[in-house]
């Protein structure tokens, strides 16, 4: 261990210390991890679990193992350097990360545990102090305590820190899968949102007690293999209504409150895995579309009121794009005046003119209101695909070629028929 120059000590766990270095001959960064116990051959070196599939796993969002070396019967791992771990971040933020930001954390958490699920493992301890980030790049370290899906139960159930722990792991569950990993991801994905433990337990049976709180009871029938059910029915003695995520996550989008509620699922089954995760419309809601400084009000009669809000445009006309989430039960067609901001006194026409019917959908072409209503070659135009729902239901909508000018002159907006199409 000559070739390195050991700088400052990162962290100590109980398998071993991390410390900062830097490689002598190329005076590059490197963090090595020593381990606490001896090591007194090779092939024993070579064995363990975290070295096994670091050696496998070749992605830009899982921490690279550049050298393994023994010395004296102590064992050293030579890693990539990271700057910061996702835990540190948070603890330092002053206020939560934009939704922006999360988006961009979670899908690199994602791919990278797609690529560890698809070889056959799993990580069983994943948490925010495992995941290493330097200039907005996230990488999945610390794999000592990583399993082969081949591998035979029954499985410890003492993996991963306690927050962040499935409940069919804290139920003391014979065998688990990589849901588990999914468990973990929808806690620390709300972590991100509130820059705090979702559920925050102090021991074990907390520790399920905090999900009740959140989930509500469970369905008996989800857990035919656990072997310590006694715990869960010592707190649902009395029936546990879940609590509505939106309020605990209020800066939460809905969809970002519907993939949290899949991730953290009571059943194992129920869960997502990382590549359907990555299909979810959390990650394909394009940039909420600025207007300054006033909002376009779309009005469907006295009950429900829609509120359509614009921010500024960008210069790009290639992706220009707006999701929204909708619930609509559209009252019978009107044409209303709204206005559309109280400084300029700008006033914007709406047409709600679709009846209540489940393949009912509208398209309205948004253009100035000088010209004719019945000119229909209009190159900006909104295309919204609606359903008749009886409870809230995500809806999207693709922008054509919006033009950031659009907003600078009235607008009027009047429904006409198009062909289906598929929106994300």
Not at 118 to 132: A, C, G, Q, S, V
Not at 250 to 266: F, G, H, R, T, Y
Request: aromatic share 10%; net charge negative.
């Amino acid at each position: 261990m000559e070739r390195y120059n050991f700088l400052e000590e990162l962290g100590d766990g109980t398998c071993g210390s991390v410390y900062k270095a830097v490689y002598i001959e190329t005076l590059e960064i490197v963090a090595i991890k020593k381990m606490k116990r001896k090591f007194y051959s090779w092939e024993e070196c070579v064995n363990l679990r975290e070295v096994n599939s670091l050696r496998k796993f070749n992605h830009p969002n899982i921490i690279k193992l550049l050298e393994i070396v023994q010395e004296n019967n102590e064992l050293f791992f030579i890693f990539e350097y990271m700057e910061h771990n996702l835990y540190q971040i948070m603890k330092e933020r002053k206020k939560s990360f934009s939704e922006e930001e999360i988006q961009t954390f979670m899908s690199q958490l994602l791919q990278g545990l797609a690529h560890v699920h698809e070889l056959k493992y799993f990580h069983r301890d994943l948490k925010p102090e495992n995941l290493l980030v330097t200039n907005n790049i996230l990488k999945i370290a610390d794999f000592g305590m990583a399993r082969e899906l081949s591998s035979m139960p029954p499985f410890t159930d003492y993996v991963s820190t306690r927050w962040y722990r499935a409940p069919e792991v804290l139920l003391q569950s014979s065998s688990y899968s990589p849901a588990i990993d999914m468990w973990a991801v929808g806690a620390i994905m709300a972590e991100l949102f509130t820059l705090c433990p979702i559920f925050p337990g102090e021991s074990e049976i907390d520790q399920l007690y905090k999900i009740c709180c959140v989930l509500g009871a469970p369905d008996w029938n989800t857990f035919h293999e656990v072997t310590n059910i006694s715990r869960l029915l010592d707190i649902t003695y009395s029936e546990i209504m879940p609590s509505d995520l939106s309020d605990i996550i209020p800066n939460a989008s809905l969809e970002a409150v519907d993939l949290i509620k899949q991730l953290c699922s009571w059943d194992p089954l129920k869960r997502p895995t990382a590549d359907q995760c990555l299909q979810h419309p959390f990650f394909h809601i394009s940039e909420r579309v600025p207007c300054s400084p006033g909002a376009l009000q779309l009005s469907l009669g006295s009950e429900p009121n829609l509120e359509l809000n614009l921010w500024n445009f960008g210069s790009s006309t290639d992706d220009c794009f707006l999701g929204l989430t909708l619930a609509v039960n559209p009252s019978a067609p009107n044409l209303e005046m709204v206005q559309k901001n109280h400084v300029t006194k700008e006033d914007v026409m709406i047409y709600s003119g679709f009846h209540d019917h489940s393949q009912q959908s509208v398209f309205w072409s948004v253009f100035p209101s000088d010209q004719s209503v019945n000119n229909t070659s209009v190159e900006s135009s909104l295309s919204l695909s609606f359903n008749s729902v009886p409870q809230a239901q995500s809806a999207g909508f693709g922008m054509a070629s919006f033009h950031s000018n659009i907003l600078d002159r009235p607008l009027m907006t009047t429904s006409s028929s198009f062909q289906p199409k598929h929106y994300l």
